[in-house]
């Protein structure tokens, strides 16, 4: 049975830091590209960041970039998004999920979605 379980939400003060948790079960995510998104209310699913199967290259949106850090621990078959400097807008509900046709950088398709976390950062 594949299961993600995303946790690690919290309310934050801006310029905090979160360390979110993907746990994976049904499956080996170091065989699997794992990608990281968030969800506000009234706005679009935005893609975050993305960790690449095996050799676990990563990749950040540009709003994040220099912010959060995507890593990959294959002994507890979980991936993390470390989170520092949030910012108000940094505030949603994030989501991990398996790609599983394409890779982090070309057509990016997902299988499988956890129930997803709450961020609100505010002061």
């Known amino acids: 049975q594949v299961q993600l379980v995303e946790s690690g939400g919290g309310l934050v003060q801006p310029g905090g830091s979160l360390r979110l948790s993907c746990a994976a079960s049904?499956?080996?995510?170091?065989?699997?590209?794992i990608g990281w998104f968030r969800q506000a209310p009234g706005k679009e699913r935005e893609g975050v960041s993305c960790?690449?199967?095996?050799?676990?290259?990563?990749y950040y949106a540009d709003s994040v970039k220099g912010r959060f850090t995507i890593s990959r621990d294959n002994a507890k078959n979980t991936v993390y998004l470390e989170m520092n400097s949030l910012k108000p807008e940094d505030t949603a509900v994030y989501y991990c999920?398996?790609?599983?046709?394409?890779?982090?950088?070309?057509?990016?398709?997902?299988?499988?979605w956890g129930q997803g976390t709450q961020v609100t950062v505010s002061s």
């Open positions: 999920g398996r790609i599983h046709i394409g890779a982090c950088d070309r057509d990016r398709s997902y299988d499988y």
């Open positions: 049904g499956f080996t995510v170091y065989y699997y590209a």
């Open positions: 960790i690449s199967s095996s050799d676990g290259s990563t």
